[in-house]
């Protein structure tokens, strides 16, 4: 499955973003869909995930409560809300697809989006 991730800006903080990772190739709902962030000199970070069906969900402790992950599959396209940025939001943000359901392991991801980038400003 190919993942074209895009969405990301500079915004100041307090302030909103959407991603959007919209999938082709394969079966969408076939896939678990993960959001990872990565800043330069740190590991890839998981962010957010979403069940095949989108009846579970789950995050990281330092985006609950802001940020929101859901999914379309009759559009092939996995979403990132993200509210209340704050300056630690800033990183390249991925979108991540697996067959099973490991779902904040980022090895365990088969096929990766480019990134997009977010930054957020104090």
């Known amino acids: 499955v190919q993942l074209q991730a895009c969405g990301g800006g500079l915004v100041q903080a307090g302030d909103s973003l959407r991603l959007s990772c919209a999938a082709s190739g394969r079966t969408f709902s076939y896939y678990y869909m993960g959001w990872f962030r990565q800043v330069p000199g740190k590991e890839r970070e998981f962010v957010a995930a979403i069940s095949y069906s989108g009846t579970r969900t789950y995050y990281a402790d330092s985006v609950k409560g802001r940020f929101t992950i859901s999914r379309d599959n009759a559009k092939n396209t996995a979403y990132l809300q993200m509210n209340s940025l704050q300056p630690e939001d800033t990183a390249v943000y991925y979108c991540?697809?697996?067959?099973?359901?490991?779902?904040?392991?980022?090895?365990?991801?088969?096929?990766w989006g480019q990134g997009t980038e977010v930054t957020v400003s104090s």
């Open positions: 991540a697809a697996q067959n099973g359901d490991s779902y904040s392991t980022p090895s365990k991801y088969n096929y």
